[in-house]
């Protein structure tokens, strides 16, 4: 080595403390207060040649002497350098760092220190033109672990460089995991107790492993797990970090995608137990080939082709473990490295099995993690598309409105959807008798079945029963392929028919025979067909009437209506008519990207004044055109297109104080004021009725009259 170089002597850090003032050259192992627990723990990334040599570790209670002389935990090799440079120590701060008075001074990022400072994140300690980087975790530290591979080098002139006597042992699987479990080979000079004992203490890592949750906590367990079965100086856990977007999937293993993650060190308190040591380029090369193989190398001091130099200079190793993490489908995720350096603990072939069949575990363990947290991932998207789909889905089947009549309908939903009764929904159209059977399916035990609906008005009596129970091929001109008609389609879910009503005489007889729990055929069909469906009938006529006329089956009249629930229109929802202008305001704004934040006033009592002919569905189309049509922030008159014909000026309540119209009932005109003051005071009964100067409980019982007016 020249004389300008970066060394760490082998010193015990069991024996270094700090605390006390340094001075000559008293070696940096005096005692000193232990400082409290929770700092901590950091690495001085020592670079070499560009790329790291050797990684010193900082665990709390510690200082560390950086500086010429060879008793220093870091000897710099330099005549630039003081006997005692620098000092690195742990203090209540943190990692403090500061100059022993050098005769060039110590630089942190560019700026020479003057007094003590904090270390953070990433800061580069120069000493006598040495660069030592400061960083909590390894794979934090600038630069690669390892370069890339020379140009010009392949895969064979990489492994004829380690064809030393120093390999002594190669192996791809071990006997472990893969050899019979009771053969015990007499060659290793193991005996089946001892095997017995490894296969335990593999299980239960593999058991431990199984709980893990991350990538970094599977491999402190193993290496830790390894500090226990193997006597090893110093041990590194490598990762393989993903390959470019442009590079083939298959693409081999650039060394330099070999990042270290972990390390580990002897704490038996001898020399260098901790400084960790990377293997050689070749060594590396070799091990991560596609045919690669774990190595057990022996008598390597000296190697270079095997181990890299300590912090001296010298290749001290005397055998080393190489064994590649490889899962089942043999993609390197990783390696695993060993090394001793006291010749007395030398590696045997046992070992080289164990660190095998433990790489062969940990890589099944990443192999499931990165599996698992594709998953999460993917169950991540799926619950922020459910989330999204949801509120928009939310909007479509959620009844907005305060009113009575709203809240009557809510309780009559709650009571009626978990008991699987056909239900018969009846109001004027536009009114949402389709979000009602909507909530009715999503509040059931059905909700996660499908909702199929089909409006019986919209198809000729042919269409409505092929559409309804389905047809075969060929049953009719124009049926090319086999159909599924709505009640398969609804299986275990609910089926909605709108207009029930328009229901063709055949078909009723049909449609009865299925509510009553018969199978069906297809139209043109023989095989009986079996469904598990709730019906959910809606209407706008008087069924009843029709039964009376002769044009409703009676008995299907009777069989949907087990709940009968009646949607009031609109106009007799009093102030939900600007709860529902607000919400449909909010959904265009969403849609349309639109920043309309209000309703003037104005524009307000037009919306309660006007009659809604078209009810709810109406509504909302005045409201689409007045956010198309605004450039605005806010909502005014001018923005409201009313129908003249059926605008609250000429209704019957107009038409009552205008002199030209004196044949308005009485009745009517008290109809007309009450309406007027339940829509002043939003719906509320208790100040209508105060105002009306009539008990509530007499406002109630002509407002159930009014209702059996509509009805009748």
Same mark, same amino acid.
Request: with cysteine.
């Given at each position: 080595?020249?004389?300008?170089?970066?060394?760490?002597?082998?010193?015990?850090?069991?024996?270094?403390?700090?605390?006390?003032?340094?001075?000559?050259?008293?070696?940096?192992?005096?005692?000193?207060?232990?400082?409290?627990?929770?700092?901590?723990?950091?690495?001085?990334?020592?670079?070499?040649?560009?790329?790291?040599?050797?990684?010193?570790?900082?665990?709390?209670?510690?200082?560390?002497?950086?500086?010429?002389?060879?008793?220093?935990?870091?000897?710099?090799?330099?005549?630039?350098?003081?006997?005692?440079?620098?000092?690195?120590?742990?203090?209540?701060?943190?990692?403090?760092?500061? #100059?022993?008075?050098?005769?060039?001074?110590?630089?942190?990022?560019?700026?020479?220190?003057?007094?003590?400072?904090?270390?953070?994140?990433?800061?580069?300690?120069?000493?006598?033109?040495?660069?030592?980087?400061?960083?909590?975790?390894?794979?934090?530290?600038?630069?690669?672990?390892?370069?890339?591979?020379?140009?010009? $080098?392949?895969?064979?002139?990489?492994?004829?460089?380690?064809?030393?006597?120093?390999?002594?042992?190669?192996? $791809?699987?071990?006997?472990?995991?893969?050899?019979?479990?009771?053969?015990?080979?007499?060659?290793?000079?193991?005996?089946?107790?001892?095997?017995?004992?490894?296969?335990?203490?593999?299980?239960?890592?593999?058991?431990?492993?199984?709980?893990?949750?991350?990538?970094?906590?599977?491999?402190?367990?193993?290496?830790?797990?390894?500090?226990?079965?193997?006597?090893?100086?110093?041990?590194?856990?490598?990762?393989?970090?993903?390959?470019?977007?442009?590079?083939?999937?298959?693409?081999?293993?650039?060394?330099?995608?070999?990042?270290?993650?972990?390390?580990?060190?002897?704490?038996?308190?001898?020399?260098?137990?901790?400084?960790?040591?990377?293997?050689?380029?070749?060594?590396?090369?070799?091990?991560?080939?596609?045919?690669?193989?774990?190595?057990?190398?022996?008598?390597?001091?000296?190697?270079?082709?095997?181990?890299?130099?300590?912090?001296?200079?010298?290749?001290?190793?005397? &055998?080393?473990?190489?064994?590649?993490?490889?899962?089942?489908?043999?993609?390197?995720?990783?390696?695993?490295?060993?090394?001793?350096?006291?010749?007395?603990?030398?590696?045997?072939?046992?070992?080289?099995?164990?660190?095998?069949?433990?790489?062969?575990?940990?890589?099944?363990?990443?192999?499931?993690?990165?599996?698992?947290?594709?998953?999460?991932?993917?169950?991540?998207?799926?619950?922020?598309?459910?989330?999204?789909?949801?509120?928009?889905?939310?909007?479509?089947?959620?009844?907005?409105?305060?009113?009575?009549?709203?809240? #009557?309908?809510?309780?009559?939903?709650?009571?009626?959807?978990?008991?699987?009764?056909?239900?018969?929904?009846?109001?004027?159209?536009?009114?949402?008798?389709?979000?009602?059977?909507?909530?009715?399916?999503?509040?059931?035990?059905?909700?996660?079945?499908?909702?199929?609906?089909?409006?019986?008005?919209?198809?000729?009596?042919?269409?409505?029963?092929?559409?309804?129970?389905?047809?075969?091929?060929?049953?009719?001109?124009?049926?090319?392929?086999?159909?599924?008609?709505?009640?398969?389609?609804?299986?275990?879910?609910?089926?909605?028919?709108?207009?029930?009503?328009?229901?063709?005489?055949?078909?009723? $007889?049909?449609?009865?025979?299925?509510?009553?729990?018969?199978?069906?055929?297809?139209?043109?069909?023989?095989?009986?067909?079996?469904?598990?469906?709730?019906?959910?009938?809606?209407?706008?006529? #008087?069924?009843?009437?029709?039964?009376?006329?002769?044009?409703?089956?009676?008995?299907?009249?009777?069989?949907?209506?087990?709940?009968?629930?009646?949607?009031?229109?609109?106009?007799?929802?009093?102030?939900?008519?600007?709860?529902?202008?607000?919400?449909?305001?909010?959904?265009?704004?969403?849609?349309?990207?639109?920043?309309?934040?209000?309703?003037?006033?104005? $524009?307000?009592?037009?919306?309660?004044?006007?009659?809604?002919?078209?009810?709810?569905?109406?509504?909302?189309?005045?409201?689409?055109?007045?956010?198309?049509?605004?450039?605005?922030?806010?909502?005014?008159?001018?923005?409201?297109?009313?129908?003249?014909?059926?605008?609250?000026?000429?209704?019957?309540?107009?038409?009552?104080?205008?002199?030209?119209?004196?044949?308005?009932?009485?009745?009517?005109?008290?109809?007309?004021?009450?309406?007027?003051?339940?829509?002043?005071?939003?719906?509320?009964?208790?100040?209508?009725?105060?105002?009306?100067?009539?008990?509530? &409980?007499?406002?109630?019982?002509?407002?159930?009259?009014?209702?059996?007016?509509?009805?009748?």
């Amino acid at each position: 080595m020249s004389d300008s170089s970066l060394s760490m002597p082998s010193h015990s850090d069991d024996s270094v403390s700090s605390g006390v003032p340094l001075s000559g050259d008293t070696h940096g192992s005096g005692s000193f207060e232990s400082i409290a627990s929770g700092i901590p723990s950091g690495y001085l990334v020592l670079q070499s040649a560009g790329r790291w040599s050797d990684v010193f570790r900082l665990a709390a209670p510690m200082q560390v002497i950086l500086g010429r002389s060879s008793s220093n935990d870091i000897s710099i090799r330099s005549e630039k350098a003081s006997r005692q440079h620098a000092r690195v120590w742990s203090a209540e701060e943190g990692w403090m760092i500061e #100059d022993l008075g050098s005769r060039n001074g110590t630089r942190v990022d560019g700026q020479t220190i003057r007094e003590p400072i904090v270390l953070r994140e990433g800061n580069k300690i120069e000493i006598a033109g040495f660069s030592i980087q400061f960083v909590h975790q390894i794979q934090s530290a600038d630069g690669p672990i390892a370069p890339p591979r020379p140009a010009g $080098a392949t895969e064979d002139n990489l492994t004829l460089a380690m064809d030393s006597a120093s390999i002594t042992d190669r192996r $791809a699987k071990s006997d472990y995991l893969h050899g019979d479990p009771l053969h015990c080979d007499p060659l290793r000079g193991e005996s089946e107790l001892s095997r017995e004992r490894a296969r335990g203490a593999l299980l239960q890592l593999a058991f431990e492993l199984a709980g893990i949750d991350t990538a970094a906590a599977a491999i402190d367990l193993v290496l830790d797990r390894l500090a226990v079965a193997v006597p090893f100086r110093s041990a590194g856990a490598y990762l393989v970090s993903p390959a470019d977007k442009k590079s083939p999937a298959d693409a081999a293993i650039d060394l330099a995608r070999i990042s270290l993650v972990a390390t580990r060190q002897s704490s038996d308190g001898k020399p260098g137990s901790n400084s960790y040591r990377r293997p050689a380029d070749t060594a590396i090369a070799t091990v991560i080939g596609d045919d690669g193989q774990a190595i057990l190398a022996r008598n390597v001091s000296g190697d270079r082709t095997l181990a890299t130099e300590n912090s001296q200079g010298e290749v001290d190793a005397v &055998s080393m473990i190489l064994a590649p993490v490889k899962d089942r489908e043999k993609r390197l995720l990783g390696m695993l490295h060993l090394l001793t350096t006291d010749p007395a603990a030398v590696f045997s072939p046992r070992d080289l099995e164990f660190v095998l069949a433990v790489a062969e575990i940990l890589a099944e363990s990443l192999r499931n993690l990165r599996v698992r947290g594709k998953l999460d991932r993917s169950l991540r998207r799926s619950q922020r598309q459910i989330k999204v789909l949801q509120e928009q889905l939310g909007g479509k089947i959620e009844i907005v409105g305060q009113s009575d009549a709203v809240r #009557d309908i809510g309780e009559q939903i709650a009571l009626a959807a978990p008991t699987g009764a056909t239900v018969l929904v009846r109001g004027e159209s536009g009114v949402g008798k389709e979000l009602v059977a909507s909530a009715i399916h999503h509040a059931s035990r059905r909700a996660s079945g499908p909702l199929v609906c089909l409006n019986c008005a919209a198809l000729s009596p042919s269409l409505l029963e092929s559409e309804l129970f389905g047809h075969e091929k060929g049953a009719f001109t124009g049926a090319t392929d086999r159909k599924q008609g709505k009640f398969e389609a609804a299986d275990g879910g609910t089926l909605m028919l709108d207009e029930i009503g328009e229901m063709d005489a055949e078909i009723q $007889a049909k449609f009865l025979r299925v509510l009553e729990g018969h199978p069906f055929e297809r139209v043109g069909g023989q095989s009986p067909i079996k469904v598990d469906v709730r019906v959910v009938a809606a209407t706008n006529r #008087d069924l009843q009437a029709m039964v009376a006329e002769g044009k409703f089956r009676q008995d299907l009249f009777y069989r949907l209506h087990v709940v009968e629930i009646l949607v009031p229109p609109l106009r007799k929802r009093g102030a939900d008519v600007i709860l529902l202008a607000e919400h449909f305001l909010s959904q265009f704004n969403l849609q349309m990207g639109r920043r309309i934040t209000s309703i003037s006033d104005e $524009a307000r009592a037009m919306l309660l004044d006007y009659r809604w002919p078209g009810n709810i569905r109406e509504l909302r189309n005045v409201i689409e055109r007045a956010v198309v049509l605004n450039s605005g922030t806010s909502i005014e008159s001018k923005h409201l297109l009313l129908t003249p014909a059926q605008h609250a000026d000429t209704d019957s309540s107009a038409a009552a104080a205008s002199t030209s119209a004196v044949d308005v009932s009485l009745a009517d005109l008290e109809r007309s004021h009450i309406e007027r003051v339940l829509r002043h005071t939003d719906g509320n009964k208790s100040r209508a009725a105060s105002i009306l100067g009539i008990e509530r &409980s007499t406002l109630d019982r002509k407002l159930k009259r009014f209702v059996k007016d509509d009805e009748s």
